[in-house]
């Protein structure tokens, strides 16, 4: 009788990789968790419970054939194990390291509720695909005929090249445009290397050039090409830009020197400590932690990418002020844990009032909190406690709250471009389609900001929807 592969929950605990020391990891911008071995990769799939419904897989945006990959992977079938991976995910490699699985695959997992401490998805999900970077595997995905149709897509990003991968495989000609210098949108400039090294994207952005896929960069719509020349060249667009326009705080000192946006710190230190460019801005110590006392606003996973960059530049202290508590944080609880290891002090149920300081920031004033009845999001709203207040001394202040949407209609000079009471692009589930006609949109543009898996499942089913287009098209004019 053949021996059962899985179902080894019971006999096998929950491991993760290796996580490297927070003392020597807080000195680079290297991934902090080492690779699955083999044996342990088996292992750890063998854990998977094969149940009936599988809730990893229905609380997958993408709809990851979870169970399917885990038993191939138990059963060292990894070549496989990585094309059913693929068959639904463009970036496995990538969600492996940064979804967040506690909150979607990991945290829906059957043994998890029964007191068995869920599988390692993520972990597992990660080691299929680069083991298929190094034996060869991965392939670029040249169609087996050319299509006459073409997509000009608006944004690298994750939306955008999910979208650009579906279409260029099945024949249509595919054109990226982007504003940045490097394909990727936030997985090059927004996300530390610690967290996604870019020689990961590298080498998808790489592949989908050697698939066909012409990227146009350095490219800014509305100056370099307007969005009307973008229409007339390609028979669809995606507009896949995502939400780029940080949240602010109007408070008192705010416009002294030292107080930076999330976005401009990490795009700048992902140029300088990852890609080795030469930053002004990186090299005159303005948009730079080292030898500094840094405060981060805010509770996201913006803000933990903040705290941690600033450990590695050399920050003399770094504190993150949050005004709920740390089980209403929105970001990460594993990405909180790290920070802290890693030397990140919080400081719960605080929020600014203004800042100190003349033309430089010297402090953050700090007013204490505490919850209240819950607000129209079913939170418990933060209230100030009145005497309470005190100053944090800070020479460098980073902004964490979000983003926004830019304004398009404004920016493209496309007033008949419909968008939402909140700036985002108004359109059809599922497909992207909008009111004007050809013109798609997907991800965070559509969707607010949101999470990279959700902007993945996004382009893939827009491409979808666009070749359905095209081939009823081609139906009648075949008539």
Not at 31 to 50: D, L
Not at 263 to 279: P, Q, R
Not at 281 to 296: Q, R, Y
Not at 372 to 382: E, H, I, K, N
Request: glycine fraction near 10%; include cysteine; proline fraction near 4%.
């Amino acid at each position: 009788m053949a021996k059962q592969p899985m179902l080894k929950f019971v006999q096998v605990e929950r491991d993760m990789p290796d996580k490297r020391a927070a003392t020597v990891r807080a000195e680079d911008f290297d991934e902090i968790y080492q690779e699955f071995a083999a044996v342990k990769a088996e292992e750890q799939a063998s854990r998977c419970s094969q149940c009936g419904v599988p809730y990893c897989q229905s609380h997958c945006p993408l709809h990851n054939n979870i169970p399917d990959w885990l038993r191939l992977t138990a059963t060292g079938r990894l070549e496989e194990a990585y094309a059913t991976s693929q068959a639904t995910n463009t970036f496995p490699e990538i969600c492996g390291r940064i979804c967040p699985q506690d909150r979607l695959c990991e945290g829906n997992c059957v043994i998890e509720q029964s007191g068995h401490g869920t599988v390692t998805i993520g972990a597992v999900e990660k080691y299929i695909t680069d083991t298929a970077w190094d034996k060869g595997w991965v392939k670029p995905n040249a169609p087996t005929a050319e299509r006459s149709e073409s997509v000009g897509i608006i944004g690298a990003g994750p939306g955008g090249l999910a979208a650009a991968d579906m279409l260029r495989k099945a024949g249509v000609q595919v054109t990226v445009y982007d504003r940045y210098d490097r394909a990727g949108g936030l997985l090059t400039y927004g996300i530390p290397g610690f967290k996604l090294e870019k020689d990961v994207v590298m080498r998808r952005n790489q592949l989908l050039a050697d698939g066909g896929v012409t990227f146009v960069m350095n490219c800014n719509i509305g100056e370099d090409i307007s969005f009307e020349e973008i229409r007339a060249k390609h028979d669809a667009v995606i507009i896949a830009t995502g939400v780029y326009k940080s949240r602010d705080l109007e408070l008192p000192g705010s416009g002294a020197k030292g107080i930076v946006k999330a976005i401009d710190f990490l795009t700048v230190s992902n140029k300088a400590s990852n890609f080795g460019d030469e930053v002004a801005e990186f090299t005159s110590g303005e948009l730079n932690a080292s030898g500094k006392k840094v405060v981060v606003i805010g509770g996201g996973d913006t803000a933990m990418d903040c705290v941690r960059t600033s450990i590695r530049q050399g920050a003399t202290s770094v504190k993150c002020l949050y005004r709920r508590d740390r089980a209403n944080m929105p970001g990460s609880q594993r990405e909180t844990q790290n920070a802290e290891e890693e030397g990140v002090v919080f400081e719960w149920l605080s929020a600014p009032k203004g800042f100190t300081g003349d033309e430089s920031v010297s402090g953050v004033m700090v007013q204490k909190m505490r919850l209240g009845q819950p607000d129209a999001s079913g939170r418990q709203a933060p209230e100030v406690i009145e005497g309470a207040d005190y100053v944090e001394e800070a020479d460098l202040v980073i902004k964490a709250l979000g983003f926004s949407p830019e304004a398009l209609p404004t920016l493209w000079n496309q007033p008949d471009l419909p968008v939402t009471r909140w700036g985002t692009i108004k359109a059809e589930y599922q497909t992207g389609a909008t009111e004007m006609d050809g013109v798609y949109a997907v991800g965070d543009i559509v969707r607010g900001a949101s999470l990279v898996v959700w902007a993945i499942k996004d382009g893939r089913d827009c491409a979808e929807a666009i070749l359905e287009t095209f081939n009823a098209a081609s139906a009648v004019a075949a008539e």
